[in-house]
């Protein structure tokens, strides 16, 4: 039996029917040399005692009478893999489109919580002969970064499968029984000392404000707040239904870096720049680019170095995307000095960010205030504190097998809510940067538009050269053409050949 932590348990009391709160990956696999035509049959065989033998996929919710705080985590037992897993074959020609519409499907509907809060579909029908693995989970249990742990529980790090134990059912066990009084007592005892936890940060919590607030007349404080504000409306920002949309996407990783190197920047400046150059050429078709830049909520991961806890420990910043400057050198520029401010401020608040708080009461407050703003629909009316979300996740740079196949792509799929109708998650893997394009229907009816634009986006910033240096008064770079940015691809600088990785400390929630 295990407690649930006060922000995990907001994601499941935002849930309604409309904005279900998992999250997913669709993995591809190549079939190993040799294999016979059932290699679902063989992924699926040696799926099965992974997701037993591992206590997450075992948790099962156990709430509390009433509902009057979090419910707690109980082992399951062996799961009941019927209401779980699916077999999906594609139609023909069992292309990427048909796939990501598999996903998209899937993606729309929320997991039941009477059984442990994970779905996966083994998709087969794929005309190269690769397998897909859809793995969902709700994101009360996991964030971007133990996300990959879980990975680990499930995949190989190399084609030779790792051993299973042929009694492995045996080893799991009962499924756990607690009582009535037990989940009582186990909450209180909780609830006390997340109580005093917060009480002990207070003052502390307390002087960190006092000092920010002290040193707000100083440049690098003030830059902090730029982000700060209110994003325009857009056709993004509506209210939805849960029909899902879905596009993959998948970048060079040594391409990014190099762009990044060549001006200067962390790996996720880039990624949001993109971001930003796709939004703009999908606005320029659907109503038109507001004249105040888009707002980008983007979670920033609280772990510790090596922490892959299956608990949610992040927040979430805000990053004006530069959306309304039509340069992409100086957008990249502006990108670059918002993204630096989220984190600055971040870094400065780190401490008295909490993760987990006393639930008592939280799920008929929070669950109520959910369901009232979807019926009401507010997110019509109400100027959008956010335009969409980007989160960025970094990956293993080893490949990762199952059943002996390789898993040559993981697309993340995510969370979009009322008034917020598109999610790009990146996660990188191997040698790529592999883009999940999340969106509401009802807000994004064409999503591939979006991923040929991000696509273009890359294009267009691997052909650029290098940018005007950050001393250039900001007046001289204004006047300069457009046109002498550019330069062909045989002129781009050595440096994108080189392999060092820079990452920023984003990571997914």
């Known amino acids: 039996m295990k407690s649930m932590s006060g922000l995990d348990g907001l994601f499941l009391h935002l849930e309604t029917p409309a904005t279900p709160m998992h999250v997913a990956a669709l993995y591809v696999l190549e079939p190993p040399p040799g294999k016979g035509a059932d290699f679902a049959g063989e992924v699926e065989r ?65 997991l039941d919580r009477r059984r442990p809060l994970w779905e996966v579909a083994i998709i087969d029908g794929l005309a190269d002969g690769a397998v897909a693995i859809y793995l969902k989970v709700h994101h009360a249990a996991v964030d971007g970064i133990s996300g990959l742990g879980l990975a680990a529980s499930i995949f190989d790090d190399s084609p030779e499968p790792s051993p299973v134990p042929a009694d492995w059912r045996a080893l799991v066990g009962q499924a756990e029984r607690a009582g009535i009084g037990e989940r009582l007592a186990s909450t209180l005892r909780h609830t006390a000392a997340q109580s005093l936890r917060l009480l002990h940060h207070l003052p502390s919590g307390l002087r960190l404000l006092a000092g920010l607030a002290r040193r707000g007349g ?83 991961s609280l772990r510790d170095a090596g922490n892959t806890e299956m608990t949610i420990q992040a927040t979430l910043t805000l990053v004006r995307l530069a959306t309304h400057v039509a340069d992409p050198l100086r957008r990249l520029q502006a990108v670059r000095a918002a993204a630096g401010a989220a984190k600055a401020l971040t870094r400065h608040a780190r401490s008295i960010i909490p993760t987990d708080f006393p639930s008592l009461g939280v799920p008929w407050v929070v669950g109520g205030l959910a369901s009232l703003y979807g019926r009401s629909r507010l997110a019509a009316h109400l100027t959008p504190l956010a335009n969409l979300a980007i989160s960025n996740v970094p990956g293993p740079r080893q490949p990762l097998y199952l059943a002996g196949g390789r898993i040559r792509a993981c697309w993340p799929l995510s969370i979009v809510t009322h008034g917020l109708g598109l999610n790009i998650t990146v996660f990188s893997y191997c040698d790529t940067l592999d883009f999940g394009l999340t969106v509401a229907r009802a807000a994004v009816p064409e999503v591939q538009s979006l991923a040929t634009a991000l696509q273009a ?53």
Not at 99 to 104: E, G, K, M, P, S
Request: charged share 15%; with cysteine.
């Open 46 to 110: 040696q799926l099965l005692p992974r997701l037993a033998l591992s206590p997450f996929f075992r948790a099962r919710l156990a709430p509390l009478p009433l509902h009057f705080a979090n419910p707690l985590w109980v082992d399951d037992g062996v799961p009941d893999f019927a209401q779980h897993l699916q077999r999906i074959v594609l139609p023909p020609p069992g292309g990427l489109a048909e796939l990501q519409a598999c996903a998209a499907a899937l993606h729309s509907t929320a």
């Open 218 to 300: 100083t440049r690098p404080a003030a830059g902090m707040g730029q982000n700060l504000g209110f994003g325009p409306r857009t056709p993004l920002n509506v209210p939805i239904t849960a029909e899902r949309g879905f596009a993959a996407v998948s970048l060079p990783l040594a391409g990014v870096r190099a762009i990044a190197e060549r001006h200067a920047a962390t790996l996720n400046d880039v990624v949001l720049a993109l971001c930003s150059a796709a939004l703009r050429d999908y606005l320029v078709a659907h109503g038109g680019v507001p004249r105040k830049s888009l707002l980008a909520t983007m979670p920033v």
């Open 457 to 509: 986006a890359y294009d267009e910033l691997a052909q650029l050269s290098v940018a005007p240096p950050a001393a250039e008064p900001p007046q001289r770079r204004a006047r300069r053409p457009a046109a002498a940015t550019r330069s062909s691809p045989a002129e781009m600088p050595a440096a994108a050949g080189r392999t060092t990785r820079r990452r920023s400390s984003t990571g997914g929630a």
